[in-house]
Nanobody, 130 residues
């Protein structure tokens, strides 16, 4: 059974940084894509970043590009999301998700679509004050 546990959320002032962690178990990290998503109150779940989706590259949504960085240590079954230059609009519950990777030739738009992902963590709250 795939299990994902997020940690590292909290309250931070605008311009600050946080690092989220996602510890996974029950699957082989090398064969899986791991994604970070977020959901603010009243809004749809939004894809933020993906690693292992189809190749060795990482993918970041335009809204966080240059500020957030996804990385992983497959030997430790852990994925991180380093978040810098945080803005109040980054406030949300952040979730990590997992699924078998897409393989070559896949559409990158799929990586940010939460409906394409099957396993989810419980989420961690990130609040950015102005």
């Amino acid at each position: 059974e795939v299990q994902l546990v997020e940690s590292g959320g909290g309250l931070v002032q605008a311009g600050g940084s946080l690092r989220l962690s996602c510890a996974g178990s029950g699957f082989t990290f090398d064969d899986y894509a791991i994604g970070w998503f977020r959901q603010a109150p009243g809004k749809e779940r939004e894809g933020v970043a993906c690693i292992g989706c189809s190749d060795a590259n990482t993918y970041h949504a335009d809204s966080v590009k240059g500020r957030f960085t996804i990385s992983s240590d497959n030997a430790k079954n852990t994925v991180w999301l380093q978040m810098n230059s945080l803005k109040p609009e980054d406030t949300a519950v952040y979730y990590c998700a997992a699924r078998p990777n897409w393989g070559p030739g896949s559409y990158t738009d799929s990586y940010y679509n939460w409906l394409e992902w099957g396993s989810w963590g419980q989420g961690t709250q990130v609040t950015v004050s102005s």
